[in-house]
């Protein structure tokens, strides 16, 4: 009676401070190696750098000859900010692990949907040839899903734990919405026509552009018994920068209350927004092959 409790106490003692369990038992130590499948979900916190730029030329005649400066011979209309990207994200991985002693060595793929959006909105006054203008703006980032390819270097804590560092591909669909509107009036062609019922329109854009970048992270993987394993994990992303170019609608920009306004041609704008993302989720894996025996096996 008093071997058999020597036998447990001997048993569990392994279990928790040996790679390996095998031993005189005969029985394979738990391996992290094969192939696996899961799904995962979590939340992303993102952000995006922006800048937007327009440049709505004079007409000709009202412009200085061999001038092309903002305020004096087009209404330029600029804005540099930031905004967040929020949301909750869910998707699928599937990877390989080889394990050679302490150490895991692998690669995952995984694919994620996501809700992650926010809008930056910006007001700013300026003096085009003498006339005062106030515009306004609004830009808006969606990311709708993301992808990685990574590879993972992992150290076993107590065999049925591992602790890891992962890295590599990251790409996404970026969506991007955005206006600029300004005070004025319709027509482009001679001041004091009607005024808009409010801001006349100066841009509309979108722009839908998948970007590859770069993410790196870490976790920790655990086995919950059998052929399955539950992780942490966060990961960084960049997808780099989202370039869109558009024209801009001609007008007479100026006040509404004082009709008096600066004729402007079609122009051209451009926006650009950097991407980062931040991501912290959990996974649950089912990994094929062979599981090791349970501790009552090596009892008999």
């Not at 899961?38 to 000709?60: M, Q, R």
């Not at 929020?86 to 793929?109: H, S």
């Not at 076993?156 to 591992?162: I, L, S, T, Y």
């Not at 960049?238 to 170019?245: A, E, H, I, N, Y």
Request: net charge negative; glycine share 16%.
């Amino acid at each position: 009676m008093a071997g058999r409790h020597l036998a447990y106490v001997a048993v569990f003692s392994a279990l928790l401070t040996s790679n390996a369990y095998a031993g005189e038992y005969g029985y394979p130590s738990f391996q992290w190696t094969g192939f696996y499948v899961g799904v995962n979900g979590g939340y992303g916190w993102g952000e995006s750098k922006n800048n937007l730029d327009t440049f709505a030329p004079l007409p000709p005649e009202f412009q200085f000859p061999g001038s092309n400066d903002c305020d004096v011979a087009a209404v330029c209309i600029s804005s540099r900010g930031t905004n967040d990207l929020k949301g909750v994200i869910g998707g699928l991985q599937a990877g390989y692990n080889w394990q050679a002693g302490r150490f895991v060595v692998g690669i995952e793929t995984d694919f994620q949907a996501s809700d992650q959006d926010g809008t930056q909105r910006f007001t700013t006054d300026l003096v085009a040839n003498t006339v005062p203008i106030t515009a306004s703006g609004r830009l808006k980032q969606e990311l709708s899903w993301l992808g990685t390819l990574r590879g993972r270097v992992g150290v076993v804590a107590r065999e049925r734990w591992q602790l890891y560092a992962t890295g590599g591909l990251a790409y996404g669909r970026v969506d991007i919405d955005g206006s600029v509107s300004a005070g004025g009036f319709f027509s482009g062609v001679v001041p004091g026509t009607p005024p808009c019922p409010g801001p006349c329109p100066v841009a509309k854009f979108s722009e839908d552009d998948t970007k590859a970048g770069w993410t790196i992270g870490g976790g920790l993987e655990g086995s919950l018994g059998g052929n399955w394993s539950l992780k942490a994990e966060y990961l960084f992303v960049d997808l780099g920068s989202v370039k869109t170019r558009f024209a801009t609608f001609p007008g007479c920009r100026g006040t509404t209350v004082d009709e008096i306004c600066t004729n402007v041609t079609t122009g051209i704008g451009k926006s650009s927004s950097d991407i980062t993302d931040n991501i912290v989720r959990i996974g649950l894996n089912y990994r094929f092959g062979s599981s090791p025996p349970p501790v009552e096996a090596l009892l008999k």
